[in-house]
Nanobody, 122 residues
Framework: QVQLVESGGGLVQAGASLRLSCAAS??????MAWFRQAPGNEREFVAA????????SYADSVKGRFTISRENAKNTVNLQMNSLKPEDTAVYYC?????????????????WGRGTQVTVSS
């Protein structure tokens, strides 16, 4: 049974920080990512990382503010979100895929978590 469990969401003021975590289980993953979806908007890519090496990818809207990282021993991927803005408000979803050739920024990951709400007030 493949499971992706997100945690760390919450309600914060603009300029604050949050750290999201995604615990993965059930199989080996070669890439993990974060996507987000705000009400009325389509799901959009945020950040991704390969499970080995230094390959990462970020959306332009979060580059320089968000950092994706992994903890291999814990099968966990994290998203450190700094300088949060109201437009960052969304449900954040963890995604994972076992395909080594996956393009990190594409919205075609095989497995998805249930999401965690991030709300940033102005």
């Amino acid at each position: 049974q493949v499971q992706l469990v997100e945690s760390g969401g919450g309600l914060v003021q603009a300029g604050a920080s949050l750290r999201l975590s995604c615990a993965a289980s059930g199989r080996t993953f070669y890439a993990m990512a974060w996507f987000r979806q705000a009400p009325g908007n389509e799901r959009e890519f945020v950040a991704a990382i390969r499970w080995s090496g230094d390959m990462t990818s970020y959306a332009d809207s979060v580059k320089g503010r968000f950092t994706i990282s992994r903890e291999n021993a814990k099968n966990t991927v994290n998203l450190q979100m700094n300088s949060l803005k109201p437009e960052d408000t969304a449900v954040y979803y963890c995604a994972a895929d076992g395909r080594a050739y996956l393009t990190l920024g594409r919205n075609n990951y095989a497995y998805w978590g249930r999401g965690t709400q991030v709300t940033v007030s102005s």
